[in-house]
């Protein structure tokens, strides 16, 4: 599965963007779907997570800001957020998985990754 993020940039504090995430196929890979971030010199950390039937898991920093959604016709993953702060300034990366049952916030439930979208939110 091939994964393309885009619709990242520069915002001031308290704006917001909407992150799209375009999958090659959507089959089985694709069962959960998940967006993390990575700031320079840390760990990836997961931001949100959605699997085929709908289940969401949210980071609790971003869980009143954020909203994940998938739209399975375009095959394409969307992160809507909001009220953003300079602490949301990171890269941001799409994931999938197969693993339906499995679907959270945490690196070990992904196989397949984008690239990457620069999201830099200023003070």
């Known amino acids: 599965v091939q994964l393309a993020e885009s619709g990242g940039g520069s915002v001031q504090a308290g704006g917001s963007l ?46 009143d800001r954020f909203i994940i959604s998938r739209d399975n016709a375009n095959k394409t993953l969307y992160l809507q957020m909001s009220s953003l702060k300079p602490e949301d300034t990171a890269m941001y990366y799409c994931a999938a998985d197969s693993r339906a ?18 999201v830099t939110v200023s003070s």
């Open 18 to 63: 909407r992150l799209s995430c375009v999958a090659s196929e959507y089959s089985s890979s694709t069962n959960c779907m998940g967006w993390f971030r990575q700031v320079p010199g840390k760990e990836r950390e997961g931001v949100a997570s959605i699997n085929v039937g709908g289940t969401i898991v949210y980071r609790y920093s971003v869980k």
């Open 101 to 118: 049952s499995y679907c959270t916030t945490s690196l070990s439930a992904f196989t397949f990754w984008g690239q990457g979208t620069q």
